[in-house]
Nanobody, 125 residues
Framework: QEQLVESGGGLVQAGGSLRLSCAASGRAFSNYYMGWFRQAPGKEREFVATISWSGGRTDSADSVKGRFTMSRDNAKITVYLQMNSLKPEDTAVYYC??????????????????WGQGTQVTVSS
């Protein structure tokens, strides 16, 4: 059964760091592009970062560029989101998602077929 499980969320002060992990199982996710999205209360789910199946290409939203880094370990079928210099506006539920073999990167919710349950990140000022 396909499954994505996030971990690593929590409460951190502004300026601090967190590393989110997403462990995948049940499919050849190592061949899929992956992404991180987030959703704050009352807002739509928004793109954070994406990575190609090989890990050779990554991209991120302008709001997190220079602060967040996405990486993957295909041997462990796990992706990571290193978040530094966190701001209160980064507070949200963060979701891991898996795409497909049809494209290299994904920027939109509809480009992803599999989703994790989400992990809460709260940044206090």
């Amino acid at each position: 059964q396909e499954q994505l499980v996030e971990s690593g969320g929590g409460l951190v002060q502004a300026g601090g760091s967190l590393r989110l992990s997403c462990a995948a199982s049940g499919r050849a996710f190592s061949n899929y592009y992956m992404g991180w999205f987030r959703q704050a209360p009352g807002k739509e789910r928004e793109f954070v970062a994406t990575i190609s199946w090989s890990g050779g290409r990554t991209d991120s939203a302008d709001s997190v560029k220079g602060r967040f880094t996405m990486s993957r370990d295909n041997a462990k079928i796990t992706v990571y989101l290193q978040m530094n210099s966190l701001k209160p506006e980064d507070t949200a539920v963060y979701y891991c998602a898996a795409g497909s073999r049809l494209r290299e990167l994904g920027y939109n919710v509809h480009e992803y077929a599999y989703w994790g349950q989400g992990t809460q990140v709260t940044v206090s000022s």
